[in-house]
Nanobody, 123 residues
Framework: QVQLVDSGGGLVQAGGSLRLSCAAS????????MGWFRQAPGKEREFVAA???????YYADSVKGRFTISRDNVKNTVHLQMNSLKLEDTAVYYC?????????????????WGQGTHVTVSS
């Protein structure tokens, strides 16, 4: 059973940066597909970024060029570096993991979830 703990959210002005972290236990991030999702108030949870244990990262079009997902196999953590933040990036961000290495990034495909961390972008 993989347990995930998200952290790093906060309040930031538009154009600023934040770095989210996801600490994993009970399983290795190097052998799971690790992803980040977000859910804004009144909206469905949506995919943000993922990194498979084989292959490079994959991003939603809305964050491509601004967000970077990375994995630290030694510390068993995953990070999401978020730059050039926009008002529409405001949401609760969730780390997720799945055993499958398939390139499907729907929320239902992921087996384990963090508790979420709030990101608020202000004008």
């Amino acid at each position: 059973q993989v347990q995930l703990v998200d952290s790093g959210g906060g309040l930031v002005q538009a154009g600023g940066s934040l770095r989210l972290s996801c600490a994993a236990s009970g399983g290795a991030v190097s052998t799971h597909t690790m992803g980040w999702f977000r859910q804004a108030p009144g909206k469905e949870r949506e995919f943000v970024a993922a990194i498979r244990w084989i292959g490079g990262p994959y991003y939603a079009d809305s964050v491509k060029g601004r967000f970077t997902i990375s994995r630290d196999n030694v510390k068993n953590t995953v990070h999401l570096q978020m730059n050039s933040l926009k008002l529409e990036d405001t949401a609760v961000y969730y780390c997720a993991a799945k055993r499958s290495g398939s390139a499907n990034y729907l929320p239902g495909e992921f087996d384990y979830w963090g508790q979420g961390t709030h990101v608020t972008v202000s004008s």
